[in-house]
């Protein structure tokens, strides 16, 4: 018994201890405030006080906390209006500081008392300073994305979206007020996108698609992401969405392509590659797909005709050339398979012969792509008894010089 009774007396010394301190500590951080300067020193005692758990459901310390900041914020203010030199991230950062604090003790604000009240009284003076100073994250959050600190300037964007959906903010309807929502959003994407973080650039990312001038680099953004978190479905849904809306747009076509080919969905390249011809007739990439696309279909006649026109458009690609020299060998080689070749003799003649100069092109333009030349070279000059030529890609393909 006399033990339970020391043990309540040190527990109630402790307490009283506790209690003594934080207002000793309260008092000499309003007396900071109230003189107008060491605002810092003020902050700093109330940063120390939520250290200790059990100050951290204590209005009077955030509202202290709070107060504490603004009064940086007042003398940064007033240095940038003065035209004084003053630190551009850290006047940033006070307002960062201003929302973070005000947003904790909004939270406290909301619980009922005993009796299941609820008096906010500190929210509408808050916000309504808050709100005057809510363009400060959105310059935050892009000053860093200068400086190229994306994780800084995604929390700026996290905390300028992140106000529509405060308690403390309620009545503003950001989402439906502020215009630049969209844009804090898409910088925000682009954040996550910069540091391959795809939670983050996923976050907002639907948010940032309503700004349709950059919703092209959001979808290439997600589907980063969602390679990266191994999301097959909507990675594909959304390259498809981007090559319906932006088929000009240089991510979203290639891998399509790249995906219907791996799993041998021919006529979905050609397909794709015919929809972006409609708004885009000469493009060399759509040419190329659709060249490759009937090749692999063994429609020979037209992937030649497709090809020649790529070759009218520039010269310098090497892609038709090879692509029309394969229709001839594939044509070649359906002859070979026939029961008796020797009765196709001129025929196969004229497919070697149209083969070659196409061919030889294409080594041209590729010099080092042995592994694709090398081979059809050996079996044209075979067949069309080029001695000297043969011999030199026989001397290639053995490793000799």
């Known amino acids: 018994m006399v033990q339970k009774i020391l043990f309540s007396i040190l527990l109630l010394t402790m307490m009283t201890t506790g209690m003594w301190g934080q207002k000793k500590e309260l008092s000499q951080a309003r007396t900071y405030i109230k003189s107008g ?102 310059y935050g959050g892009t000053y860093q994305v200068r400086r190229e600190d994306y994780r800084k300037a995604f929390d700026y ?45 996923l976050k907002y990312s639907q948010l940032a698609l309503t700004d349709y001038d950059k919703s092209k680099f959001v979808m290439h953004y997600m589907c980063e992401a969602y390679q990266q978190l191994k999301n097959k479905d909507e990675y594909l849904k959304t390259l498809n969405l981007g090559f319906k809306l932006f088929p000009t747009y240089p991510y979203f076509f290639p891998r399509l392509a790249d995906h219907y080919n791996s799993v041998g969905h021919h006529e979905k390249v050609l397909q794709l590659a015919e929809q972006g011809l409609k708004r885009s007739p000469n493009n060399s990439l759509f040419l190329l797909a659709k060249s490759i696309a009937l090749l692999n279909m063994n429609k020979h006649s037209e992937c030649i005709d497709v090809s020649r026109q790529m070759i009218a458009l520039n010269k310098e690609q090497p892609e038709p050339y090879y692509n029309i020299a394969t229709c001839y060998l594939n044509e070649a080689l359906s002859l070979e398979q026939l029961n008796d070749p020797r009765k196709y003799r001129a025929q196969l003649t004229k497919l070697y012969t149209d083969a070659c100069p196409m061919m030889e092109k294409y080594r041209e333009l590729m010099p080092d792509d042995i592994g694709r030349w090398g081979p059809a070279l050996y079996r044209i000059y075979l067949n069309l008894n080029k001695g000297k030529q043969f011999d030199e890609i026989d001397r290639l393909m053995r490793g000799q010089k």
Not at 168 to 185: C, I, R, W
């Open 37 to 138: 300067k060491d605002y810092d020193k003020a902050e700093k005692l109330m940063k120390d006080l939520v250290k200790n758990p059990e100050n951290r459901t204590n209005a009077k310390i955030y509202a202290t906390w709070y107060d504490a900041v603004a009064g940086q914020y007042a003398q940064a203010n007033e240095k940038l209006y003065l035209k004084q030199a003053y630190d551009t991230a850290a006047f940033f950062n006070i307002t960062q500081r201003m929302y973070r604090v005000a947003e904790t003790l909004d939270s406290l604000d909301m619980k009922p008392d005993e009796k299941g009240r609820v008096k906010l009284e500190y929210r509408k003076e808050h916000a309504e300073q808050l709100n005057l100073l809510r363009p400060n994250l959105y």
């Open 157 to 201: 964007f996290d905390l300028y979206i992140g106000a529509a959906h405060q308690p403390l903010f309620t009545g503003y309807n950001y989402l439906e007020s502020d215009k630049q929502v969209s844009q804090a959003a898409y910088w925000a994407t682009l954040c996550g996108f910069r540091l391959k973080d795809p939670k983050m650039t």
